[in-house]
């Protein structure tokens, strides 16, 4: 099998050489000369001259007309004809004249090259015949001997091959740009194909049989990209479009298109080509074409040229095809994402409202958690282990999405009461990198609707349901319905409510819970409690709103109000000849992780002029045992400030009590649910006395919540604790109140 190679598209103008054997070719391309003429020995003689010559590597075929009407015959159904040998008496004096006006104007044959042959030159002078009509050379029939006629055809039909040349390098370069243009308009790999096709075509100027190979939809889509296939085939081929090499039976063609990718450049055959269009973001296209002659120099420089032209074309479409893929898909597991996601639902939310269709999203629980365990790589193989099993699981009809991080949007037939199986894709441990992994997944599920707002409202309503499930506790999942959004709407609501309150200073106040000294009358402080009325007098309970704002991230701004609020309140009370009290301020979780909270406090009590001994603040157990170590330095600095520091709520989270020894609190606070627990029968070994015992072992002062009734506050003395707060003595109230009741039971201040 023998290779050609091909020029260097630099190289790609230049005029032909006269070496004939560069233009050899088969012999049935023969050049065509008519000999026109009503003398039969004239032909006969021509014939005779010219049987056998070759002329630039190619024989002679001779056409004969006996008048100017046959002439225009034989040209009409030969549009290749060469050379014209033609004579100018004919049927009249100037019918030879006359056919030359009709060659060039009528039939537009301005390359055909005409010899004027006459056996009368008076009539037809040869300056004035040169001068006014477009031919080539004029002879008389006399001087064209054997020699002198070769001669002087084969100067013919070397101008009519160059101006053919020069011909074929105009058009070829007016369909280059004309390629290089309308090349960049597909916007996708498939249409460039069928366009590269149609274009090369167009430069052969034929119908062809040929193949584009390349990637499909640039090879990005599908969890293991697409394999490559001919995308576009025309003539004898046109059957095997959209098939691997793999289908494909023709040997030839596929031996064709291995050798164009083994070389990765152009490779011409017998009959055949294969060319090399480019590789770009590791995709390689080519395209096969059968030949029907073996192409000439200019030809294969110009198939250069427009191989380049098809090469940045091909670069630039995969180029917006790898664009749209990462704006409509995950690169991780090459599904759809949320954008595409919802398109396909809006596209097909008629045909599937119909059909009993669900859509779901399915979050993973703790994944970031797991994701810093493990290394962000093993993640990423955990993410599309799941992509795989979901597919797996509702099928290939269905569609899987990727819609965030750890959450994986569903959408598949299936009935309410079996859709909640799709979490037992997590009851099996994943396996990475050697390691079972157990996973667990929480779900949210709406039905598909016709809905005002469409593929957006169904995944707001699944979002929905999926936070009701997180909120469940044991139940897993959730199915969407109308009472979610109603509440979902109140709490956005109440949210923007309370964000006002907050920016206007208007309808958060602060009441106040005394704390009294056990067994006695005697006021030791009070404990700082929000509340919010709504303009229209309506309280908001803190059980509702606080929430809300530990949700948003709000409670840090709340609690800083709180801080100043109550420092101011107890500066005034000290102006009205009310001091003594402590003040105890509940610092909220968000709060007390802010790395300038020490310094926002320190600020405050600057700016209020606040006694820093008259404020307590009151640190749940749950956040001091988070980090025991950092907690002990921060309350370490807000000691130093002069402030004193409680334990709310001690003895729901300890695992150990003895972790009580090494944070540097002040006092300890009973929560409620173990003063509700204390009876005459259970107060020697209750967790309330042990709390008690611990603390006095530790030097701490000691305070019960939610005291009720004088049998709680009866043991609580007993037991030695030292502090009593509850509805037994007061409820929480306005400053206002606060002062009343102080002066209606005659309490003093300490």
Not at 108 to 128: F, K, M, N, V
Not at 242 to 248: E, F, H, M, Q
Not at 510 to 528: K, N, R
Request: proline letters at 4%; glycine letters at 8%.
């Amino acid at each position: 099998m023998s290779m050609l190679a091909v020029t260097r598209p630099e190289e790609f103008i230049e005029f032909l050489e006269d070496d004939e054997s560069a233009h050899a070719t088969p012999a049935e391309r023969a050049w065509k000369v008519l000999i026109v003429d009503d003398d039969a020995e004239v032909h006969q003689a021509t014939l005779f001259a010219l049987r056998g010559v070759t002329i630039c590597g190619r024989k002679l075929e001779l056409l004969n007309a006996a008048s100017s009407l046959e002439a225009r015959a034989v040209l009409e159904r030969n549009p290749d004809v060469a050379v014209i040998l033609l004579d100018v008496v004919m049927e009249s004096h100037d019918a030879g004249l006359a056919l030359v006006r009709v060659i060039r104007e009528e039939l537009g044959r301005r390359d055909t090259r005409i010899i004027l042959r006459t056996g009368q030159p008076g009539y037809a002078p040869e300056l004035s015949v040169i001068r006014d009509y477009d031919i080539n050379d004029y002879r008389t029939k006399s001087e064209l001997t054997h020699t002198r006629l070769i001669t002087t055809l084969t100067a013919a039909i070397r101008s009519y091959e160059q101006i053919g040349a020069l011909d074929e390098s105009r058009r070829g370069l007016e369909l280059l740009i004309e390629t290089g243009n309308q090349l960049f308009v597909p916007r996708d790999v498939q249409a460039f194909a069928d366009a590269a096709l149609r274009h090369l075509e167009g430069f052969f100027g034929a119908p062809l049989s040929a193949v584009f190979y390349g990637p499909s939809d640039g090879g990005l889509q599908g969890p293991g990209g697409e394999t490559p296939c001919i995308l576009a085939a025309s003539g004898d081929y046109r059957e095997l479009a959209g098939k691997p090499l793999s289908d494909v039976g023709n040997e030839a063609l596929v031996n064709s298109l291995r050798s164009g990718l083994a070389a990765r450049r152009h490779v011409f055959d017998t009959g055949s080509a294969c060319l090399y269009i480019g590789r770009t973001h590791g995709k390689e296209a080519l395209i096969h074409v059968d030949l029907s002659r073996p192409a000439t120099e200019l030809t294969l420089r110009m198939i250069e040229v427009l191989c380049v032209s098809l090469g940045v074309g091909f670069e630039n479409v995969v180029l917006f095809e790898r664009l749209r893929f990462f704006a409509y898909y995950d690169p991780l597991t090459r599904l759809p994402n949320r954008t595409r996601f919802l398109d396909r639902i809006d596209e097909e939310l008629p045909t599937l409202t119909a059909g009993g269709w669900l859509l779901g999203i399915i979050d993973i629980v703790r994944f970031a958690e797991l994701n810093d365990a493990l290394g962000h790589r093993s993640g990423d193989l955990l993410l599309v282990e799941v992509t795989r099993r979901l597919q797996a699981w509702v099928g290939p009809d269905a569609l899987v999405a990727r819609v965030a991080g750890d959450a994986f949007g569903v959408c598949w037939r299936s009935g309410r009461e079996t859709a909640p199986a799709i979490l037992d894709v997590f009851a099996v441990p994943f396996t990475v990198r050697g390691h079972a992994i157990p996973m667990r997944a929480r779900a949210g599920f709406v039905d598909l609707a016709p809905t005002p707002g469409g593929a957006v409202e169904l995944l707001k309503r699944a979002n929905l349901a999926l936070s009701h499930a997180k909120q469940a506790g044991s139940q897993h999942w959730q199915f969407f319905s109308g009472d979610m959004e109603s509440s979902t709407q109140n709490r956005v609501r109440l949210l923007t409510e309370l964000r006002s309150a907050l920016q206007q200073g208007k309808g958060l106040r602060l009441h106040y819970q005394p704390q009294v000294a056990s067994g006695s009358t005697e006021l030791l402080g009070c404990e700082a409690l929000i509340r919010w009325v709504k303009p229209s007098g309506e309280m908001v309970s803190p059980e509702v709103f606080i929430p809300l704002a530990e949700y948003t991230g709000m409670i840090v701004d709340i609690g800083e109000w709180v801080i100043s609020e109550a420092c101011r309140q107890v500066v005034r009370w000290d102006a009205q000849g009310m001091p003594g009290f402590r003040m105890g301020i509940n610092i909220s979780a968000a709060q007390f992780r802010e790395a300038d909270f020490v310094a926002k406090t320190a600020r405050i009590i600057t700016e209020s002029g606040v006694d820093p001994a008259r404020l307590e603040f009151e640190i749940t157990e749950s956040v001091a045992m988070e980090d025991p170590l950092s907690v002990a330095n921060q309350l370490r600095e807000l000691k130093a400030l002069g402030l004193r520091v409680a334990v709310d709520d001690f003895g729901c989270g300890f695992s150990s009590l003895g972790s009580l020894n090494r944070l540097p609190f002040d006092r300890v606070k009973i929560d409620r649910a173990f003063v509700r627990e204390l009876t005459p029968e259970t107060k020697e070994d209750c967790i309330a006395t042990m709390i008690i015992r611990l603390a006095k072992s530790l030097g701490l002062e000691v305070i019960a919540e939610g005291v009720e009734t004088h049998q709680q506050a009866g043991l609580l003395e007993e037991m030695g604790c030292q502090e009593m707060q509850g509805f037994l003595y007061a409820s929480p109230m306005g400053a206002e109140a606060l002062e009343q009741w102080i002066a209606g039971r005659g309490l003093v201040s300490h």
